[in-house]
């Protein structure tokens, strides 16, 4: 007698098949388990020492703490009171410019833009205001009393 169900088509569905008479166990030792195999555990790899000093990740010099500052203010000063704002963000970029060559901090773009921004505004705003006065003289020269 076999294990296997047999198709009955007239039980197709219905009651619960029969699944017959099961057979005797396997002998032991005959059985169904598979072998047990050996386990090989590796042994845990040992690296050399290096003479040297690894590079550190992620961590290095950090950027002025007035990076940002000169900036705003450089960037302010080409449209908002340039003549006062633009000298600030010159001279406190200039300062901070300084401590980043002799190694205090790392040089940012940040800085060196608003820096510049400040140079830009205050050349811009003193061009103007000599302009301003230029006319002002050659208009007063022009009017006769």
Known sequence: MSD????????????APSYGVPSAPPAYGTG???PVEPIYVAAP??????????????VGPQEH????????????SLFFFGIVL??????MGSKAKKECQA?????????NAGRICGMV???IYVAAIGLFILAA?????SMRW
């Open 121 to 123: 505004a205050t050349l």
């Open 65 to 76: 703490p007035s990076s940002s500052t000169v900036m705003v203010l450089g960037i302010l």
């Open 32 to 34: 169904y388990a598979t």
């Open 86 to 91: 633009g000298p600030i963000a010159w001279s």
């Open 4 to 15: 296997y169900q047999t198709y009955d088509p007239t039980n197709a569905y219905g009651a």
């Open 45 to 58: 790899q040992v690296y050399p020492v290096m003479p040297y000093p690894q590079p550190s990740y992620g």
């Open 103 to 111: 190694g205090m901090y790392a040089e940012s773009g940040s800085l």
């Open 137 to 141: 003289v050659a208009s007063a020269a």
